[in-house]
């Protein structure tokens, strides 16, 4: 009788999906973009499930159907065809209705939205760094494969390599929502170049995956913003050191959570645009505005959690990356396979596939469908 428990919990959703069909293309609605991009979500979520629910209702019919023939039919023909029908379509139905339950779990509204990514060197020294770099190349190749779109907003080398820090922007379908499982701890055991004895260290860099901050989500006065411009470093090039391009920007913010008052300090040097360097940090303020008043929603979220899959703690030692062995293991699903290489090309999606697999059997459970 899953089915019937299914149905009921769909009905009405249609009702819901004519009025949000209708506030979204009033003028008073679409002048409020807050709560237009909210309603249109809305509108795509409830527009999936309802595709879902047309076929899952035709395909109870289909087996009813099937199964009347065969309960009442006498000509083979017929019979034989309403049993392959059957063998068909009964495989499938718990796979719909798993795929509906789903559906009907909300989502993390920041999903669909675009990812700053943060990595950064850690225990270890020029290792770390290098191992910072590695991590990037990862990300850049899997981001290849997923046609989403890199730029590079700020980065720091490290003195044998690699990056102490590098700070990337990634947007395309769905970033934040596959990323944000990256978010971590990132630990690797190898023989070091450094090395000259061949003993394996240990090192570790971090990554932050952050949801790009809609302009809308967060109050910024821009006039009260610092803005300093300076000559972008960098090798080679006839307008390296001679145009002032990179921005720096100050503005002082005011944390919800101790009252205090911080300097925000972000610099930009990606283009030798001027401009577009002041918009990207102006992305990023925003960005890191909006992370920190919402690092509550964030904690909140983590504490009903049961499995560390996605919990947004950038402290927690997530993925050991193991050279002698060729062995990589994701520490929250105890998830381990041998296939270092081409991970390190990018080929990271079967553990972000577990991953979510995870969490979605955990949100199962604690939605009780």
């Known amino acids: ?3 019937n428990v299914l149905l009921g919990k769909l009905e009405g959703l249609e009702h819901k999906f004519q009025e949000i069909s209708t506030l979204i293309t009033d003028p008073a609605v679409i002048a409020d973009q807050k709560r ?10 409830l527009e999936r499930i309802l595709d879902a629910q047309r076929e899952y209702k035709a395909m109870i019919r289909g087996i009813e ?17 309403a049993k392959a029908e059957l063998d068909e379509l009964e495989p499938q139905l718990p796979v719909m209705e798993e795929g509906i339950k789903l559906l009907l779990i909300p989502t993390d509204p920041e999903d669909g939205k675009n990812a700053i990514v ?43 390599g690699g990056f102490k820090e590098i700070i990337l922007m990634v947007s395309g379908e769905n970033v934040y ?8 701890v990132h630990r690797v055991q190898r023989v070091p170049a450094t090395e000259t004895q061949g003993r394996v260290h240990t090192s570790a860099s971090t990554v ?6 809609d302009e809308f989500d967060v109050e910024i006065n821009e006039g009260e913003i610092k803005w300093d411009t300076f000559r972008s470093g960098g090798a080679g090039g006839q307008n390296v050191n001679k145009v002032e391009s990179g921005v720096r920007l100050r503005y002082m913010w005011k944390n919800p959570s101790t009252n205090a008052i911080e300097e925000i300090l972000i610099e930009c040097t990606e283009t030798r645009d001027q401009p577009k ?11 890191l ?38 062995r990589i293991t994701d520490h929250r699903i105890n998830y381990t396979i041998y296939n270092l290489s081409s991970f390190m090309d990018g080929d990271i999606q079967q553990v972000i596939d577990q991953l979510i697999i995870a969490e979605n059997s955990e949100r199962l459970k604690e939605s009780e469908l």
């Open 1 to 3: 009788m899953a089915e």
């Open 118 to 160: 943060e990595i950064r060197g850690g225990t270890g020294g020029d290792e770390a760094a290098i191992f910072a770099g590695d991590l990037y190349r990862m990300y850049q190749k899997y981001c290849e494969t997923k046609g989403w779109k890199m730029e590079i907003t700020s980065f720091t080398e490290g003195s044998s």
């Open 289 to 326: 505005i909006y992370d920190r008043e919402h690092q509550k929603y964030i904690d909140d979220i983590a504490a009903r959690r049961k499995t560390m899959v996605s919990t947004g703690d950038r402290s927690a030692k997530i993925r050991t990356y193991n050279y002698p062995q060729g």
């Open 208 to 213: 932050a995956v952050l949801p790009e901050a």
């Open 177 to 184: 929502g596959t990323l944000k499982y990256e978010s971590g």
């Open 36 to 45: 237009y991009v909210k309603l249109n979500k809305e509108y795509r979520d």
């Open 277 to 287: 360097n002041k918009e990207r940090a102006l992305s990023r303020l925003r960005t």
């Open 65 to 81: 159907e099937a199964k009347e023939i065969l309960d009442t039919e006498t000509d083979p023909d017929m019979r034989e065809m």
